[in-house]
C-alpha cells in the first residue's frame, strides 16, 4: 500500500541526517522479557503491583508479556531484518540481585550475556539501560527510592553489570525517566509502587538523581575512555493559550515541574529556586538533601536521552487550588485537554513541539548531544486477511516526528540519534496490554510477531538515512 501527498515528486531530494546519526528501537525489560519466575529472578514493583487487584487494566501482569527472554534470537533477527543499528534495552535489576542487594544471580547476567552477543553479532549496537522501574520489591519493603539507601544500592548494581558487559557495551543509561518512577510511583500512585504521597514523590525524585549520580561516578571509575554515560529523563514542551503574567506563570510551575526539575540539577544548576518555593507548602521534603548530593548528581555525562510523546496544555487557575494530576505540589494550573487529533492513548499528537523542545533542550543541557531514546505512539492494530498490519496513523505519527528531528538539527540542535518506541507491543504500565506503541505486533496468544507498516517505513528511512520533505511511503 502506498499513500502520498500530491506534493511530494518523484526522485525529489531527501532531507537527509548526518551521516553517523544512530537509528534503532527501544523495550523495556519488564514491557517485553516475561519469565518472571525463571532463572532465580526475584521479585518487583511491578510483579507486586501488578498482581493487585485494580491497579492493571483487566489484571494483565509481566508475564508472558513477549516471552523475549526466551525468544530473544528470533527478536534480534528481527531487529537486523529492519536494519536497526542500534537496540536499547533495560536490564532488570531483580534479575541480576533478586533481593536488590548482597547476593548476584548469575543466570540473569547470563542472558544479557546472551543478548549482547547476539546483537553484535548482528552488527546491532547495544544500548544499556540500568533501570526502567522495576525496583526489586525487597528494596521497596525497605522504603524504596524514599530511602536514601536504595541509592547507594543502586550504584553497587550498576557496577555488577558493567563488570559482566562493559567489555562490549559501550553505551550506558543509568536511568530511564526518574519523573515517573516518582511522580507515578509516589505521587499519585497510579504506577508501582502505588504510594499517593506528593511530598515522597520529591525525596524519590532526589534519591533517584542521586543514584543517577553514584552509579555515574561509579561507572567512570570501571569504564574505558571510549565508554558513553547518560541519563534519559521525559519531557514535554508546555504551552498556554495567552502572554498574560498568569499564563506564563503557569507554563513556568509545569516546565519547573516536569522537566527543569531533574534537568537542572544534572546539568549543574542545583534545584530550580521557584520549585523550591511553590513545593514549600508540602513541608521540608529538602531535608532529604544533604552536603555534596548536588555535586554527585551533577557527575559528568556524555550525552542525554531524551524521551518525548506529547506537549501539554495548561492555563492559570486560583493560586490556592491544588491541581489533580501528577505534579507534586502544584497550585494554581488547570492542565487542559490535548487538541486535534490524539492517540490511542489519548495523547496530542503535535511534532511542532517536539521540534521545539529539542531545540531549548540543545540550548539549555549544558552543551550534551541529545538522542532521542523513546518516541511514539499507540493505536488499536489487526492483523488483516493477508498477515498485514497497515497502521497508517502510527506511520504518519512516526514519519511527522522524524522530520520534527530534522527541523530541530536545522535549527542547530545537536540531535545524534532516533530509536523508536517500542520495537515490540508489549506490556503498557498500567494500562496492561490495552494499548499497542510497537512497530512489530503481537499475538500474545502465540508470540507471533507481525512486521507493521511503520516498521517498514523506519526501515526505509534507515536505509536512505532521511525522508522526503513532505508525505510519507508505506
Known amino acids: 500500500m502506498t499513500t502520498t501527498d500530491p506534493d511530494v515528486e518523484v526522485g525529489r531530494e531527501l532531507l537527509q541526517f548526518p551521516p553517523d546519526f544512530l537509528w534503532g528501537a527501544a523495550t523495556a525489560s519488564f514491557q517485553i522479557e516475561g519469565a518472571t519466575t525463571v532463572d532465580g529472578r526475584g521479585t518487583s514493583i511491578w510483579d507486586t503491583f501488578a498482581a493487585t487487584p485494580g491497579k492493571v487494566l483487566g489484571g494483565d501482569t509481566g508475564d508472558p508479556a513477549c516471552d523475549h527472554y526466551h525468544r530473544y534470537e528470533n527478536d534480534v533477527e528481527l531487529m537486523s531484518s529492519l536494519g536497526l543499528a542500534a537496540y536499547r534495552f533495560s536490564v532488570a535489576w531483580p534479575r541480576i540481585q533478586p533481593l536488590g542487594s548482597g547476593a548476584v544471580e548469575t543466570r540473569g547476567l ?15 549496537q547495544p544500548l544499556v539501560t540500568l533501570y526502567h522501574w ?25 557496577t555488577i553489570v558493567h563488570g559482566r558487559l562493559g567489555d562490549r557495551v559501550k553505551a550506558w543509561t543509568t536511568l530511564n525517566e526518574p519523573w515517573c518512577s516518582a ?10 509502587p502505588g504510594i499517593a504521597d506528593p511530598r515522597a514523590a520529591l525525596e524519590a525524585a532526589h534519591h533517584l538523581l542521586l543514584g543517577h549520580g553514584l552509579a555515574t561516578a561509579a561507572l567512570r571509575s570501571l569504564a574505558p575512555a571510549d565508554h558513553r554515560l547518560s541519563i534519559v529523563l ?75 510523546y506529547a506537549p501539554a496544555r495548561v492555563a492559570p487557575a ?36 517536539f521540534t521545539e523542545l529539542l531545540v531549548r533542550l540543545s540550548r539549555d543541557s549544558a ?28 506511520t504518519r505519527y512516526l514519519v511527522d516526528h522524524v522530520r520534527a528531528v530534522h527541523r530541530a538539527i536545522a535549527q542547530g540542535a545537536d540531535v545524534r540519534g532516533y530509536l ?13 496490554y490495552s494499548q499497542r506503541f510497537g512497530i512489530v505486533h503481537v499475538d500474545y496468544e502465540t508470540q507471533r510477531r507481525t512486521v507493521k507498516e511503520s516498521a517498514a517505513t523506519l526501515s526505509r528511512i534507515i536505509r536512505d538515512n532521511g525522508l522526503p520533505p513532505t508525505g510519507y511511503d508505506i
Open 110 to 124: 547470563d542472558f544479557y550475556d546472551r543478548l549482547v552477543d547476539s546483537l553484535l553479532a548482528s552488527g546491532i
Open 134 to 158: 522495576d525496583l526489586p520489591q525487597a528494596l521497596e519493603d525497605a522504603g524504596g527510592w524514599r530511602n536514601r539507601d536504595t541509592a547507594y544500592r543502586f550504584a553497587e548494581y550498576a
Open 183 to 192: 511522580f507515578l510511583g509516589y505521587g499519585n500512585g497510579i504506577h508501582a
Open 234 to 308: 521525559n519531557f514535554s514542551t508546555v504551552w498556554a493559550d495567552g502572554a498574560s503574567e498568569e499564563h506564563l506563570t503557569a507554563v513556568r510551575k509545569v516546565d519547573g515541574l516536569q522537566n527543569r526539575i531533574l534537568l537542572d540539577p544534572i546539568t549543574g544548576r542545583g534545584y530550580p529556586e521557584d520549585v523550591l518555593l511553590e513545593t514549600a507548602w508540602l513541608g521540608d521534603w529538602t531535608r532529604v538533601i544533604r552536603d555534596g548530593d548536588l555535586e554527585i548528581i551533577e557527575a559528568p555525562l556524555d550525552w542525554l536521552g531524551v524521551n518525548y
Open 318 to 353: 486560583d493560586g490556592d487550588v491544588v491541581t489533580p494530576g501528577p505534579f507534586a505540589g502544584l497550585r494554581g494550573v488547570e492542565l487542559l485537554p490535548p487538541r486535534g487529533e490524539l492517540t490511542g492513548f489519548g495523547w496530542e499528537q503535535n511534532a511542532d513541539a
Open 367 to 394: 552543551g550534551l548531544p541529545l538522542v532521542v531514546t523513546e518516541n511514539g505512539s499507540a493505536f488499536p492494530d489487526t492483523v488483516d486477511g493477508l498477515g498485514r498490519v497497515v497502521d497508517v496513523e502510527r
Open 420 to 432: 523508536a518506541w517500542s520495537l515490540l507491543d508489549n506490556f503498557e504500565w498500567a494500562a496492561g
